[in-house]
């Protein structure tokens, strides 16, 4: 099942009908609500989807956007927070998330599991790969570091984010709703794909799912510290969909399939028809390029 996220064009309406008519007229039957959805859309969206004019296939938590909010902010409240407030808030805005998702029939939220509050290692990194630096001995210290920082610093916070997703289980399963836990393309987010295959083992509930960012497992490939192919490969028995876009190196993220450096032919094996991937398209991408972009990926993927 292909799908298109409002991500791409919400920004620029102010009815959520004629937002998801634009996706539809794309050639889409469903469409991602996206964590840039303000409440102002959802009269809209639902009268779209209670006229059969397009299916929803999932949600990116925040959805709506907190009241006050207007521009994307799925980090606004973190599961991981040590602040108790600040968890309570990302609890409830997640609640609100499964019950809009309910009553539009999605069967799956995205969700960012949080992050460790320390130094911003992945800039810096960055700056250094786009550099050519990372071959350096100066790369490979900064690494080291920053590996040895969030494993002295992560338990808090992984328990944190655990306790959090333990109590969201059982009313998402009330309303038939899955929970995906998305990969990251921050280092200091969680869970870190070295802990990803304990972390699913730890909630073996099937309403608890694993969603590829295919921009964000790329942009963790530039700066060394995953094979995008091969953790898609580890996580396969949870994978439930993904986020398609490109990266143009080392991590221009969001671009049209075909615009950057993803291996699209090498993921393809373990792309099945029943997986929900999800176009998460700039606001800048021409409509031209959209469409360019996703003929380029379904002749690679399939129709399906």
């Given at each position: 099942?292909y ?11 102010t ?78 805005h ?7 998702a ?37 790369y ?23 306790a ?58 530039n ?45 393809k ?27 380029h ?8």
């Amino acid at each position: 099942m292909y799908s298109f996220s409002s991500c791409w064009n919400s920004y620029r309406h102010t009815d959520g009908r004629a937002m998801l008519r634009e996706i539809r007229d794309l050639g889409f039957e469903y469409a991602e609500l996206s964590h840039g959805i303000r409440i102002s859309l959802l009269p809209g969206i639902l009268e779209a989807v209670e006229a059969g004019e397009i299916k929803i296939s999932s949600l990116h938590n925040f959805c709506p956007l907190p009241i006050g909010v207007n521009q994307p902010a799925p980090n606004l409240f973190q599961f991981s927070s040590i602040d108790p407030r600040e968890r309570e808030s990302a609890y409830k805005h997640t609640l609100r998330t499964i019950e809009t998702a309910a009553r539009v029939k999605a069967p799956i939220v995205v969700m960012h599991m949080g992050s460790i509050e320390m130094r911003d290692y992945t800039d810096r990194l960055l700056d250094m790969v786009e550099k050519g630096e990372n071959n350096s001995p100066k790369y490979d210290k900064l690494c080291s570091e920053l590996m040895e920082k969030r494993e002295e610093r992560k338990e808090k916070f992984v328990e944190n984010t655990a306790a959090m997703l333990e109590r969201l289980i059982e009313p998402a399963e009330k309303a038939g709703v899955k929970l995906a836990i998305e990969n990251r393309e921050a280092l200091e987010e969680i869970p870190f794909e070295s802990d990803l295959s304990l972390f699913f083992k730890r909630f073996p509930s099937p309403n608890v799912v694993y969603w590829h960012d295919c921009g964000h497992a790329q942009i963790k490939e530039n700066l060394g510290f995953v094979h995008h192919r091969l953790l898609l490969e580890s996580m396969s028995k949870r994978l439930a969909g993904f986020h398609v876009h490109d990266v143009k190196f080392p991590r221009r993220d969001h671009c049209v399939p075909g615009a950057g450096t993803i291996d699209y032919v090498a993921l393809k094996p373990l792309v099945k028809p029943e997986h929900i991937k999800v176009f998460e398209l700039s606001p800048s991408g021409k409509l031209d390029e959209v469409q360019a972009g996703i003929a380029h990926l379904k002749s690679i993927w399939g129709e399906e």
